[in-house]
C-alpha cells in the first residue's frame, strides 16, 4: 500500500513539472530544452523520493500507538548528536546570521549552526571535545548577552530555566589609575559581583574613561549604583574615599532591581538616563 501511494505521488507531481513547464517553453517551442529539462528533473524528483525507511509495526495499548524503539536506534541517534551544545540568549534573540558568524570566528570546530522556533541555538562541533572547550571557556556573551550553554543529552527538555546568577559587563568609572591592575579590579568589581575578566583595552589601559569588566551578577543581591574606595594610604592624614559610579551594559528583560531601596525596571534594554547607552560590540 505504500508503495503504491509513493507511485502515485511521483507520478502526479512529475505530472504537474511537465505542465508547468510546457506553459513556459510553448511560445519558444524549444523541444529539446524542454524535454532535456523534464529528465532532469524527474531524475532528481525520483532519487530524491527514494527513501531509506522502512516500516517498523508500533503496538497498540489501551487504545493509544505505542513506539518502542530499540536500543540501537537510540543509540545511534544519540551519537549524532553528542558533539552539540544547546543554548538560548537571556535576551532578545540575535539574529541567526549574526550568531552563526559569531561561533564559527570564535569557536573552534563548528560543524552546524540550526535554531528552532523557540529560540533555542544548536551548534554541532567536529569533535566533542571542541563543544567541551567552549561550554568550560564560557561564559559567552553576544552584543552583551549571555547566552546559556549546556551539551545535548538525551531526553533533554527544552526549556529555559530561571537564572538567579548571570555574567554581565559592567563599566566602572572615575575609577583612580592605581586600580588599573588585575588585583586592583578584582578588588573594586566584586563590590558589584563576582569578577570573572576584562575586556582587551581595559587590560592594555587603552582607555580610560571607565574600566571594562565582565562579572557573575546574584539578582537575590542588591546591584549597587556606585561604590566607595577607600585607599589605605591617607591623604592629609585622612581617608580619601573616592567614588566609583557602576554602569550595567545590559540586565535581562523585565528585570526589576533594587538599587539601595530604589526599584528601577529595565525594559528591553533601555536605561536610566544617568546611564550609558548599550554597547553593542560582540564581546
Not at 524549444?30 to 529528465?39: A, C, G, I, W
Not at 569557536?107 to 572547550?133: A, N, Y
Not at 561550554?135 to 552583551?144: A, C, N, S, V
Not at 525594559?267 to 560582540?282: F, H, M, Q, T
Request: glycine content about 8%; some cysteine.
Amino acid at each position: 500500500m505504500a508503495a503504491m501511494h509513493e507511485d502515485a505521488w511521483e507520478e502526479e507531481g512529475l505530472e504537474c513539472v511537465e505542465r508547468e513547464f510546457s506553459a513556459i517553453t510553448s511560445r519558444s517551442g524549444n523541444v529539446k530544452l524542454q524535454t532535456e529539462y523534464v529528465d532532469t528533473i524527474a531524475g532528481a524528483f525520483h532519487q530524491s523520493s527514494r527513501k531509506t525507511l522502512h516500516y517498523v509495526p508500533p503496538t497498540r495499548q489501551n487504545g493509544e500507538i505505542i513506539i518502542r524503539p530499540t536500543k540501537e536506534v537510540v543509540d545511534s541517534g544519540s551519537n549524532k548528536w553528542r558533539s552539540t551544545a544547546v543554548g538560548y540568549f537571556l535576551g532578545k534573540r540575535p539574529y541567526f546570521p549574526q550568531v552563526d558568524s559569531f561561533v564559527r570566528s570564535n569557536w573552534k570546530g563548528i560543524q552546524h549552526v540550526s535554531v528552532s522556533s523557540s529560540g533555542f541555538f544548536f551548534f554541532r562541533f567536529f569533535r566533542r571535545l571542541d563543544m567541551e572547550d567552549v561550554i568550560e571557556g564560557g561564559p559567552w556573551l553576544f552584543q552583551g548577552q549571555p547566552i546559556v550553554l549546556q551539551p545535548w543529552e538525551q531526553g533533554m527538555s527544552l526549556r529555559r530555566q530561571k537564572h538567579t546568577q548571570i555574567p554581565v559587563w559592567i563599566r566602572l568609572r572615575h575609577l583612580p589609575m592605581e586600580y588599573w591592575t588585575d588585583e586592583g579590579l578584582s578588588t573594586v568589581a566584586s563590590g558589584v559581583g563576582t569578577p570573572l575578566y576584562t575586556d582587551g583595552i581595559t587590560k592594555d589601559c587603552s582607555r580610560l574613561d571607565f574600566a571594562r569588566v565582565c562579572v557573575m551578577l546574584d539578582f537575590n543581591s542588591t546591584l549597587p549604583k556606585h561604590l566607595v574606595v577607600i585607599s589605605p594610604v591617607l591623604r592629609n592624614g585622612k581617608e580619601d574615599p573616592k567614588r566609583i559610579d557602576v554602569e550595567y551594559e545590559w540586565l535581562p528583560q523585565r528585570q526589576k532591581l533594587l538599587f539601595f531601596g530604589t526599584c528601577i525596571s529595565y525594559l528591553s534594554g533601555e536605561r536610566e538616563k544617568e546611564c550609558s547607552p548599550a554597547v553593542n560590540d560582540i564581546c
